[in-house]
Each structure stands twice: as structure tokens, then as C-alpha cells.
């Protein structure tokens, strides 16, 4: 199946500052790609909708102005919390979709995650 | 968006046949069943997909009734390491462009 790969996958940063999380399609193109949130025994929050070559669409009481996502290519999306507090700790996942085989066949693959602790 | 309604916990043993079933009452014309499964600090992890009827690969089953209103998910044999959360989803994959809702999930825990 497809790879979805994260980058880093945990990171300690003090409040106040901002870190960047990589998500890339390592064997396929992804026009679009996800991010979810994910605390500590409960299920996936989507967080926004990466779009390659547009602007992001936030899911409603989601910051566009805390959590910037950049779509730069077909492969590669990234997602910055500005001005990290503590309660933005959390555990970040992207997917994408392969849309090769046509409608019905595309699958949601998910990358291994980000941790995020701000101190 | 479809929701799901699963049960949120279940227990078994190795070596059992494991059967978890999704609700989704309101599944669209278009949407697939999806099931994903996920270990802590994992990002979810595709297992098998399906429109209807049954769906067999090196890992699971689905089976889907002809109202597509339930649908279930069917693991044989567990192993200790078969303890995750188990997702259901349905979604419209046509597009592509349509992000998968997660519901709360199924909790397995297989003992010895």
C-alpha cells in the first residue's frame, strides 16, 4: 500500500514557540491531504483539508491563524503551530489519499504521527 | 457524513474468532466501509474496505448486508498483538477531496 511519512515524529518545544510538521506521500501524488489531532484515549479530530496549490479549509473552532498548512507539491504538506502552549500538546496525524485507481479504489493512508509537547 | 456507531470495548482471547460490528444507518449511495486500526502512538492503519456483500484479504473480513446499514468486521484467530483500536468509517470515496470522520472506535483486548 501507500506510505505516508511524518516528520519529526515527536518533538519538546518551550510555549511561545513555533514548530513545523512534515507530512509527505512517499510513492504517490496527494492532491489533497488531512490533519487530525488526537489526545490521549480519544478518537481522531479533523483539524483542516490541505489542498496542493490552494488555501487550506479549517474544520469549524479550528485556528487558520495558529495551525498554518502550506500544500508546496503534490507530495508534501506541512503544518505549523505558531506560538505553541501547552494545551496545543497533542498527537498530530496526516493522511492522504491515492486516487490512482480511479473511484472506489483510493484508500486514506495515514502517516505514523507527530507528537507534540510544549513545555 | 455517515455516522458510525460501534461498541466501545471487547474483550477475547487468542486463537478466537474476533466479529466487530459497525452501525451506519444513514450510509450514502456512494459511500464505502472502510476499517482502520490503530496502536498507541500509531497513525491509523488501513486493514479492509468494501461496498458490499463480503470482502476477504490476507487479514479480514468484511461482510456487508444487502442494506449496507451495518456491516461487520471479522478477525480470525487473534494474537496478543491484535490489541488496538479498531475504527469503522464510511465515507464518499469518489472524490478523494472528502476527509474520513472517526468515531470512537472499538477497544480489543486479546489476553493470553
Known amino acids: 500500500g501507500a506510505v505516508v511519512s511524518q516528520h519529526p515524529s515527536r518533538v519538546i518545544c518551550k510555549s511561545g514557540t513555533s514548530v513545523k510538521i512534515e507530512c509527505r506521500s512517499l510513492d504517490f501524488q496527494a492532491t489533497t491531504m488531512f490533519w487530525y489531532r488526537q489526545f490521549p484515549k480519544k478518537s481522531l479530530m479533523l483539524m483542516a483539508t490541505?489542498?496542493?496549490?490552494?488555501?487550506?479549509?479549517?474544520e469549524q473552532g479550528v485556528e487558520k491563524d495558529k495551525f498554518l498548512i502550506n500544500h508546496a507539491s503534490l507530495t508534501l504538506s506541512t503544518l505549523t503551530v505558531t506560538s505553541a502552549h501547552p494545551e496545543d500538546s497533542s498527537f498530530y496525524i496526516c493522511?492522504?489519499?491515492?486516487?490512482?485507481?480511479?473511484?472506489?479504489?483510493?484508500?486514506?493512508?495515514f502517516g505514523p504521527g507527530t507528537r507534540l509537547t510544549v513545555l | 457524513l455517515a455516522k458510525t456507531t460501534q461498541p466501545i470495548s471487547m474483550d477475547s482471547y487468542e486463537g478466537q474468532e474476533v466479529n466487530i460490528t459497525c452501525s451506519h444507518n444513514n450510509i450514502a449511495t456512494n459511500d464505502y466501509i472502510t476499517w482502520y486500526q490503530q496502536f498507541p502512538s500509531q497513525g491509523p492503519r488501513f486493514i479492509i474496505q468494501g461496498y458490499k456483500t463480503k470482502v476477504t484479504n490476507e487479514v479480514a473480513s468484511l461482510f456487508i448486508p444487502a442494506d449496507r446499514k451495518s456491516s461487520t468486521l471479522s478477525l480470525p484467530r487473534v494474537s496478543l498483538s491484535d490489541t488496538a483500536v479498531y475504527y469503522c468509517l464510511v465515507g464518499d470515496t469518489d472524490t478523494g477531496r472528502r476527509a474520513l470522520t472517526f468515531g470512537s472506535g472499538t477497544r480489543l483486548q486479546v489476553q493470553p
Open positions: 493522511s492522504a489519499r491515492d486516487l490512482a485507481g480511479g473511484p472506489g479504489t483510493d484508500t486514506q493512508y
Open positions: 490541505s489542498n496542493e496549490g490552494s488555501k487550506a479549509t479549517y
